[in-house]
């Protein structure tokens, strides 16, 4: 019976045939619908084995990044903010001052603090700063940072691109996006488990990876690069090693539209969430799954694109793509 079953699940996940088919498309996710829509608020041992350390978030200073933040100090954590506009940076900390005690004697451990780093031209010594105390890049402008004290390191900064095929894209713009989007992830990931290695081997210690729900779309929805990206971030965290000793786990969040700067701030609807709704959906899955939509709306859209037979989706997102394509080099011709 237990060969069986186990033979059938392979074939299953191989051939992907009839009722185990069926299960793996809309078994597990329908598991994942019903956490996400269930009340029980019970805490992640993640919580409570961090609890008043703090959180190094990249890209925060808007959109997912600074949510996230907000809601990370709402629960006790310090922020370390990793972001390249220093104005905003100093408005996010007057922001946190006001939710963290930071004016108690002696000052709380959850004081804001902050690199300020443009993580789209971030050289290898301004990475290395991100965990390095005393300040080593002559460059690099921040607060003092304690050795071990993140154990959560949120690898969220990302840029989109606009809907264009790859020959008509910028070799700059091109740069941007890798250096943005999938060099961040690897070099604050590197640095970060080194950091955990040395000073907080033992301790519960979380990566959480802000990837797209494009990275399971099988036709470019964006441009190529932006799904790349996307892909390679999932695909990295699942296949980097986190030695067992190092307590590390990790989270990866696939959001599809998310009212941001990035989708250009889209009205709330049944297909695009609401920071706060991400935020919290991201709270829900920590430690309840490695891979997730988090969100109901956005596990319901993939569900919905990808039961849409091949041909269909092929012709639909074709003739979306050239209609696009037709309407933008109108606008040009018009300049
Ligand atoms: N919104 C969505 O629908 C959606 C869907 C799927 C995945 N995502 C992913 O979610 C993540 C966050 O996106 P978002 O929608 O929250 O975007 P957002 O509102 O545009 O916020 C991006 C944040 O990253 C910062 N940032 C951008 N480039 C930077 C750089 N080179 N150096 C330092 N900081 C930089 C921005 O700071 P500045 O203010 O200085 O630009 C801002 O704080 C991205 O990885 C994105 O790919 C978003």
């Avoid at 604050?188 to 907080?200: A, L, N």
Wanted: with cysteine; net charge positive.
């Amino acid at each position: 019976m237990a060969i069986k079953f186990i033979r059938n699940t392979f074939y299953a996940s191989v051939y992907g045939t009839g009722a185990y088919k069926l299960t793996l498309l809309f078994g597990v996710p329908l598991y994942h619908l019903y956490h996400q829509l269930s009340t029980d608020t019970q805490e992640s041992p993640i919580f409570t084995h961090t609890q008043g350390t703090y959180v190094a978030v990249s890209g925060c200073t808007d959109g997912i990044g600074k949510a996230l933040t907000l809601e990370f100090a709402r629960r006790g954590y310090g922020a370390y903010l990793l972001a390249r506009n220093f104005e905003k940076l100093d408005n996010l900390q007057n922001e946190l001052k006001q939710l963290t005690p930071a004016n108690l004697s002696p000052p709380s451990p959850l004081t804001p603090k902050w690199l300020k780093i443009d993580f789209s031209k971030a050289s290898l010594e301004e990475y290395r700063e991100i965990f390095a105390t005393p300040l080593q890049f002559e460059g690099s402008e921040r607060q003092s940072y304690q050795h071990g004290e993140v154990s959560i390191m949120v690898n969220n900064v990302g840029t989109g691109m606009t809907n264009r095929p790859v020959f008509e894209c910028e070799p700059q713009e091109i740069e941007t996006l890798i250096k943005t989007n999938i060099y961040s992830y690897v070099m604050c990931t590197k640095h970060f488990i080194s950091e955990v290695k040395k000073y907080r081997e033992g301790k519960q210690s979380y990566i959480i990876y802000i990837s797209s729900i494009v990275a399971d779309l099988r036709n470019p929805f964006s441009t190529a690069f932006y799904q790349a990206s996307k892909l390679s971030n999932k695909v990295f965290a699942h296949t980097t090693y986190y030695p067992r000793s190092l307590s590390i786990d990790y989270l990866i969040i696939k959001p599809g539209w998310v009212s941001t700067n990035l989708t250009k701030n889209r009205a709330i609807s049944l297909s695009t969430a609401s920071q706060q709704e991400e935020t919290q959906a991201i709270f829900k899955s920590i430690s309840f799954t490695r891979d997730t939509y988090a969100q109901w709306k956005h596990l319901a859209l993939i569900l919905a694109t990808n039961a849409i037979p091949q041909p269909v989706y092929e012709g639909l997102f074709g003739y979306l793509k050239e209609q696009a394509r037709v309407k933008r080099e109108a606008t040009q011709g018009k300049q």
